[in-house]
């Protein structure tokens, strides 16, 4: 049976420390684009940590939920793609195929949760930051849109390893740089199709939800958060 | 008689052909250099990246999305109008068809730019078209990025077709009024049309045939577009309601815009002979019956989403009601219903400057509904921390200018080198006992034929 790799995301763990977000930047060559421009909304950050403050000062609670690709099952984004640069594999992986993408930006208008980026501009690293780039990933260009992509060279490179000592893939053993970066492991990654891998005991979780499960995209990614205030929150 | 009124009439309407003031040089160059300056832009954008414009995460379609949006819009004005009134017959169209179905080729020539300078990486575009790749991959024919790509060349190939079948025999009438390399020129496009009444009974029934057959591609086409935004899960995007309300809008600037054109031309080619305050006051009517129909369209699409109450909607829809658009919305309302309506509904009013003035508020304010479109849905989503603006940068708006400039050039040139009005149909309408086909009667036939 293929991988069908998902991930779920504990809200109630997020601490919002964003090592996650610094992670997928470092793992995944994300350009940072300057002050100047991501004031202009030129920033990509792949994973995102959401803040929602609820209630007045001084009576606030702040509620973090990182954001990133949920490699829906229906992907709006892929359906829209004219030339297949957004597609589905075989893993139930959103892909984007950098090469391909001509850039009508039209899927990052259909997504839902706005996690795909666009190249405004070729990526500059100036020296000697050139040096720390991921040599597994490619650098994108200018005029192309981008995602998170569930850190999939790791899972290439995963499979490899595996298949070269001829065994099964341990649950756990894989990781995105996010899950692997998280100091509280509010991020768990694995494999749907294997009932028994923690991701799936979690996306049956009586806490799990799912993001704009509303749209119908099939999002895989599940969130965990207490649903209500209930009287031990009041203690 | 009828002779020597054929003859005045023909002598008016090629004068703009043999005779070039130096107005015409003046006016080409000067929009020669607003369309050249429109080119160096793109050039600048292309060299640099989309960055240069005002685009950002995530409103990732803005200006170029709306002038494309608009200009196809504005491409309803001729063919759809145009097949209609010959369709019914209409006697008053004659001196209007061709004025209209110019409007749409050169538009929707245009329109279908802004795909191209909108895209991330412009000279990737042909990856949208059907070729034999090496890599055996087609375009995504569920993306309707791909539908309106077939949909846009399938308009402008028909309606090419459409302008062009009735130019032939005022090619071949240009040509026998002149010598040299024009002749040969004229000749050609001509394609050796004699006047005969066999050549008349085909040309008849292919404008008969494009008449009724582009009456479901014009229809479908601003359908294909509104299907762009519509097929997207985007809040106030994905409606039912846009592909009528799309045509709707189309057709309704379309005609402001053909007025516009119509009143500059009376003008600047001295045709009050010709185009008379009842084709203004017709044209205006019709221009009121579309302007009551949009307001008609905007009420229902708005009162379902209010009553609705979806979350993400209700972000989009108080932003146009009372936020940070609603001036645009507004102007947008008075200068669609509350200022043309008034005017094209009253006869007094209904003269030539003012539904030239309506036309161009309707031009304003359609312009202003499809930027509201675009914009302000995109940057109000499900997930209000992702929220954002838009606000064009000078490269596009030189840019969108340039595609106005580059509308009046062609304008200018296609006035310059073809009979902008179709002499041999107002020659048939001079004759009102006759109907179409001039071989009813001999002596009318032999007008047609070639002089020696």
Known sequence: MPYRW??????????????????????????????EQAARGRAMHWMRVERYVEGDFPDVRVKFRPVLCQQCDAAPCEAVCPTYASHHTEEGLNAQVYNRCIGTRYCGNACAYNVRFFNFFNPVWEKPLNLQLNPDVSVRGVGIMEKCTFCVQRIKAAKTVVKAEGRALRDGELQPACAQACPTSAIVFGDLNDPESRVSRLARSPRGSKLLEETGAEPKITYLAKLAWDESDAR | MNRTLDRSLADDLVRPLFHTSVWFYGLALALGTVVASGLAAWGYQIWNGIGVTGKRWPVFWGFYITNFVFWIG???????????????????????????????????????????????????????????????????????????????????????????????????????????????????????????????????????????????????????????????????????????????????????????????????????????????????????????????????????????????????????????????????????????????????????????????????????????????????????????????????????????????????????????????????????????????????????????
């Open chain 2, 74 to 452: 504005i491409s309803h004005a001729g063919t759809l109008i145009s097949a209609i009134l010959r369709l019914v017959n209409a006697r008053w169209r004659r001196p209007v068809t061709r004025c209209a179905e110019v409007i749409t080729v050169f538009a929707l020539m245009i329109g279908a730019m802004f795909p191209l300078i909108h895209l991330g990486r412009p000279w990737l575009f042909f990856w949208m078209a059907p070729y034999p790749s090496s890599r055996d991959l087609w375009p995504n024919f569920r993306s309707p990025l791909v539908w309106d790509f077939f949909a846009i060349n399938t308009y402008l190939l028909g309606s090419l077709l459409f302008l062009v079948l009735p130019m032939i025999p005022d090619f071949a009438l240009v040509r026998d009024r002149s010598t040299g390399l024009r002749r040969r020129i004229y000749g050609a496009l001509a394609l050796g049309w004699q006047g005969t009444t066999k050549q008349w009974h085909r040309l008849e029934a292919a404008m008969q045939i494009m008449a009724i057959a582009i009456l479901p591609v014009a229809v479908s086409v601003h359908t294909i577009v509104s299907f762009d935004f519509s097929m997207a899960p985007v809040p106030m995007w994905h409606s039912t309601i846009f592909g009528p309300y799309f045509v709707a809008g189309a057709i309704f600037s379309g005609i402001a815009a053909l007025i516009v054109a119509m009143a500059v031309l009376r003008r600047a080619l001295k045709l009050e002979a010709y185009l008379h305050p009842m084709h203004f006051e017709n044209l205006g009517k019709l221009l009121l019956l579309m302007s009551l129909l949009w307001v008609y369209f905007v009420f229902a699409e708005r009162l379902t989403v209010w009553y609705g109450n979806e979350h993400s909607e209700m972000s989009v829809f108080w932003t146009h009601q009372t936020g940070n658009y609603a001036p645009l919305f507004w102007t947008m309302v008075a200068c669609n219903f509350l200022i043309p309506f008034p005017i094209l509904a009253l006869r007094k009013l209904r003269t030539i400057p003012g539904v030239v003035f309506a036309s161009v508020t309707v031009l304003i304010g359609m312009w202003l509904e499809r930027y509201l479109i675009v914009v302000p849905s995109l940057g109000h989503k499900a997930l209000p921390y992702s929220w954002g603006t838009y606000g064009p940068e000078p490269i596009e708006i030189v840019i969108m200018a340039s595609t106005f400039g580059a509308m009046a050039l062609l304008y200018t040139l296609f006035a310059r080198f073809v009979p902008i009005i179709s002499i041999w149909e107002m020659k048939v309408g001079q004759h009102p006992h006759r109907h179409a086909l001039p071989e009813e009667d001999e002596e009318a036939a032999g007008l047609w034929r070639v002089r020696p």
């Open chain 1, 6 to 35: 998902g991930m779920a995301v504990d809200a109630d763990r997020c601490t919002g420390c964003e090592a996650c977000v610094t992670a997928c930047h470092a793992e995944n060559n994300i350009p940072t684009v300057g002050p």
